[in-house]
């Protein structure tokens, strides 16, 4: 969905958060690495030493051979968590994270077709159950690929027209927050994959995101296009860091051409922005 053009406002407050949230090479007792965000909708990359099991509050990450993991924070984290690390010698490494809070926009929206707000025809709620049938099946991949740790591009150069995590309200109801970062561009825009990886879902005609593909990144890491006009890409297909997926579109519950740009590790919906780093200036 598109919304007014934000401005140097909310440009500066994604990069003041960024500023202020990074973990710049944090080395634990034991020699765990974490660099990323501690943040709500932050994700920390992990090397520890190679053979070593880690845990998030218990519940067993994977690990490359090299020692290499990912942890995510969703939007709505507590701020409390810990890491325990076992070595190959037996030895425990214990990391107690404190997740910073961040706070999140109201964003009211009016004048929508009411069957993308409320949908009640079967024919539509069926669409829907059929849609996340799809994403869930797309998000259960988690290979052993490390494209992650060449780093993520924008997608798409442009306006940032909605941010992560916002509460929005649309036709006077309070919806699921917003989960994505929105760029505004015109139709037929070029999307290019920020990162490596294989294609999961690719479908032009969900109910509310459009034209919709899901590229897989690795351990659990995916990115996620929404509203796309045209997909260029299948299921099954790698593409490479600023390969073309497809077009920028207005599909689905769109009020304008856009593309929403969401990312999850595992359950964990993330801030792409976090991940991508300021928008570059448009040429």
């Not at 919304?3 to 990074?22: D, E, H, K, Q, W």
């Not at 007792?29 to 990323?36: D, H, P």
């Not at 479908?203 to 995916?222: A, K, N, Q, R």
């Not at 920028?248 to 969401?262: I, N, Y």
Request: include cysteine.
């Amino acid at each position: 969905m598109s919304y007014p053009n934000n401005g140097p406002r909310a440009f500066y407050s994604i990069v003041m958060l960024m500023l202020t949230c990074i973990v710049q090479a944090v080395v634990a007792g034991g020699g765990t690495r974490l660099e990323g965000h501690m943040t709500q909708g932050g994700v920390l990359f992990g090397r520890t030493e190679p053979g070593s099991t880690v845990r998030l509050d218990g519940k067993p990450l994977k690990v490359s051979p090299d020692g290499n993991f990912i942890l995510g924070f969703g939007r709505d984290a507590r701020q409390r968590h810990e890491l325990t690390i076992r070595h190959p010698d037996g030895r425990d490494e214990k990391r107690r994270l404190h997740v910073k809070a961040r706070q999140y926009r109201i964003q009211r929206i009016d004048g929508l077709p009411p069957r993308k707000v409320t949908p009640r025809s079967k024919k539509d709620l069926a669409h829907i159950r059929h849609d996340i049938a799809l994403v869930k099946k797309a998000r259960q991949r988690i290979d052993d690929r490390l494209d992650f740790l060449h780093g993520f591009n924008w997608p798409v150069i442009g306006p940032i027209t909605g941010v992560y995590g916002s509460q929005r309200i649309l036709n006077g109801k309070r919806k699921r927050p917003h989960y994505g970062v929105d760029m505004a561009r015109p139709v037929g825009t070029p999307v290019h994959a920020p990162a490596a990886g294989i294609v999961t879902l690719a479908e032009p005609d969900m109910f509310y995101s459009g034209g919709t593909v899901i590229v897989d990144h690795g351990y659990g890491l995916s990115s996620s296009f929404l509203h796309m006009r045209k997909i260029d890409v299948k299921v099954g297909q790698r593409v490479e860091q600023g390969d073309v997926i497809g077009e920028l579109g207005a599909t689905g519950r769109a009020t304008g051409p856009h593309l929403d740009w969401r990312m999850n590790w595992l359950t964990q919906r993330v801030d792409p922005a976090l991940l991508a780093g300021p928008m570059p200036k448009e040429n």
